[in-house]
């Protein structure tokens, strides 16, 4: 079955601090998508990244990056320089990749609270 | 663009009562989705649409939940004699393709008093 363990429930840092959000997975399936959405206060979802499982290079977009280690099963994702705005609970996300439906299995989340 | 919209945002209801929920996917998105999210938790498959047929509805919890999307586009999740334990923020999401990244709506608040 596939399962997706975010074991930070909570972290706090203030502004300007790095901080690193923790994903590890499940499953059977040799191919398949790893997401990240942030959920701000205001409750609608946003999409950060989709990442195949055949590409196991690191990807830095701004502030953030992400570290795909197939070996550890993990999916971590980086805050550079922590902002007030990047509080919010923030999912890592599963899906199959063939003969699929594209449903996401998401994460329990992690709340990240940035102080000014 | 227009992102996926859904109605009502807030629904409060009577127990044993029946309730429609919308979603309008993003223009010319085939893959729609609607996910259950309960306080504190991640949010849970429960139905997937390609086009205009239930391809995987392993996720709804019991035959008290149905959800349609006749003409390929707008979904209706509807759900029968509503209990307490219903309560929940309902997601609904669209791709372009099963597999793609998905962009969600607001949610409907669904309150079953």
């Known amino acids: 079955a596939q399962k997706v363990t975010q074991a930070q429930t909570e972290i706090s840092v203030v502004e300007k601090e790095d901080v690193t959000l923790d994903c590890v997975y499940e499953?059977?399936?040799?191919?398949?998508?790893l997401f990240w959405y942030k959920q701000p206060p205001s409750g609608e979802l946003v999409f950060l990244i989709r990442r195949n499982s055949f590409d196991e290079q690191n990807e830095i977009s701004g502030r953030y990056s992400w570290n795909f280690q197939k070996s550890t099963s993990s999916f971590n994702f980086t805050i550079t320089a922590s902002q007030v705005v990047d509080s919010a609970v923030y999912f890592c996300?599963?899906?199959?990749?063939?003969?699929?439906?594209?449903?996401?299995?998401f994460g329990q989340g992690t709340t990240l609270q940035v102080k000014p | 663009g227009a992102g996926v919209s859904q109605t009502p945002s807030n629904k409060v209801t009577e127990k044993g009562k029946y309730v429609e929920l919308r979603c309008d996917p993003i223009s010319g998105h085939t893959a729609l989705y609607w996910y259950r999210q309960s306080l504190g938790q991640g949010p849970e498959f429960l139905i997937y649409f390609q086009g205009t047929g239930a391809a995987d509805d392993s996720g709804l919890p019991n035959d008290r939940f149905f959800a349609v999307r006749p003409e390929g586009s707008v979904s209706t999740l509807k759900i029968q004699r509503t209990e307490r334990g219903d309560s929940a923020v309902y997601l609904c999401?669209?791709?372009?393709?099963?597999?793609?990244?998905?962009?969600f709506g607001p949610g409907t608040r669904l309150t079953v008093t």
């Open positions: 499953t059977r399936d040799t191919t398949y998508y």
């Open positions: 999401a669209s791709s372009l393709s099963a597999g793609d990244e998905q962009y």
């Open positions: 996300a599963l899906s199959e990749a063939y003969g699929n439906t594209g449903k996401l299995i």
